[in-house]
């Protein structure tokens, strides 16, 4: 029995260039390739200018623009303009504004089995439906590994989910997820690659795959990855790209640290209830919920055979009056496959609003819905106020069930519908490379375009030996980045502006707590268990990190976040359940001896002056992340380690 025999374990061993694969042990990968979106874009290719390397050094690397289309200002489309300049100075694929997700497109376009793939957004796993093991990560990891750098990670623990039997009529691929969901719960995967086995496999195309890989991140897993088998070599030959597959499944023997069985024959259409992925409940059992507004599309259910199937089930019928129907399509090959056959043609005439090729309403860039209303929507996420209004309840599905309530104006079971439409998986996509510009084969002449909303990144100063923090935040579970820096039409075209984001830092959950921090010389936050789900946004810990937060205190971080912390510089310190309830808000938090504690020690004594309470505090930290911590940073410990060959670049300067 051993690990290298998961697949999980193939992919690792055969990218290994640090550490040995042993359980919960540090080791640094190879990264194959790397993707960029537009909002974390910016920051990620600010950082890669400040390393001053040449070109990238991975096998394909791409930007994507699809979050920030929503162009009220200036701001998007110069960020769109920096990026495409970026991109061709630095030899990096260009996917412009309009052709689709990162991760649909990636899946469509550039995906290739057995590989390694670095993503600047958490739902990167999205390509695990190739059988490539795609990770989130914070944009400076994602900019280091351009550079040619080892990507850090601890070795994850691998959960087998073992997929026997096919799914009923109406019962599709965003199912099987949610089930996952509401049995394992938004931390289930803390720690784990969920990796996908079973005979089961063979009746799921890949984009059905690349839905449950998808919202993997929903469940807190590193990654989630399927085999690579004969439908993924189908599904590539139809892209035109057969040669980018290699069979690539597990060995007899695998080890796995946990199996869990799903028959797939005794699913039932689900839906995630408001306001958390994992509050999952039959639909059946919600028809008599009324719903405004439906939205189709996003990363995780937005595939041509996902929107041909919503087409067929909307032909010939009308939207309910008193429901918004939005379709808002993952790709521009989807949407001109639609175009051709018909398929948008009975959305329209059914009532449907089209919207761009973008994650739009996804992350509440426009189609907020209205104020307390429902909206049923076939994405991944549906945390509060991320739609853009903040007492909206919103719920998630799959495009069948979506459909079906556009109809009739309620929560409504598919199966309601009589017979399911049948859509296959197409033979051969509509192939146009024509919006993705290849970088040229020299960038050197190349002028970066930098626009008055792109400021450059802040200088942070190394940790100081002893620090007092007022405590200005508590706050329970499962804090999402949304709480912390929420998305949405207003906030995500500042993503390039740093010193104008930190006012919105806690806005819609703690109004003040901005403000507040400004004032004070050093800050801390005492948070729950997985603190920080959600999003790869690294914003959402350098927008603190800038208004002088320098601790975090919870109970458990959520991976992709912890990460985030320590690249800027904040500790991330464990409390036990008995501190966390002694302390409150107005605390103040003394660490002292911090130089030698964070170097060598793993608990930190912690002193709530006012309180008069000390206690100890864990730091799980490895040795390079111990440095890190030490010298304020990521950028200042590479900076340093480069600084031999390397002179400081002038985009770093204090804030
Ligand atoms: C999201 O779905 O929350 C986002 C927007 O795609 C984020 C990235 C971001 O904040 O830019 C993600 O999931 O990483
Ligand atoms: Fe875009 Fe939504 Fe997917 Fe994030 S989850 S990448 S916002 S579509």
Redesign the pocket.
Known sequence: MAYEDSITGQILASHLVKGRLTLGEEIGIRIDQTLT?DATGTLVYLEFMSLRVDRVRTGRSISYV??NTLQTGFENADDHRFLQSAASRYGVYFSRPGNG???QVHLERFGISGQTLLGS???TPTSGGLGMLAMGAGGLDVALAMAGAPFYMRVPKVTLVRLTGKLPPWVGAKDVILHLLGKLGVKGGLGRVMEYGGPGVGFLSVPERATIT?MGAELGAWTSLFPSDETTRRFLKAQGREGDWLPVTAREGADYDEVIEIDLSTLEPLTACPSSPDAVRPIRELSHVKVDQVAI????NSSYRDLKTAAMLLKGRRVHPDVSLVISPGSRQALAMLAQDGGLAHMIEAGARILEVA??P??GMGQAPPSGGVSLRT???NFPGRSGTPDARVYLCGPQAAVAASLTGRLTDPRELGDPPGVAEPDAFLVDDSMILPPPDEGGGVTVRMGPNIKPLPNLEPLPDEIKMALLLKVGDNITTDDILP?GAKVLPLRSNLPAIPQHVYALKAPGFAAKAGQAEAVAILGGENYGQG?SREHAALAPRYLGVRAVLAKSFARLHLANLINFGILPLMVEKQAYDRMEEGETIALAGLHHTVETLDRVEVKCEKMGFVFEAGLNLSGRERNIILAGGRLNYERARLSKRVTVHGLLRSP
């Not at 599309?297 to 995780?300: K, N, V």
């Open positions: 979106q699809d979050h997700i990162c991760h957004d958490s739902h998808n599309g996003s990363c995780t994650c739009g996804c992350i994405f991944n996420r998305g999003s």
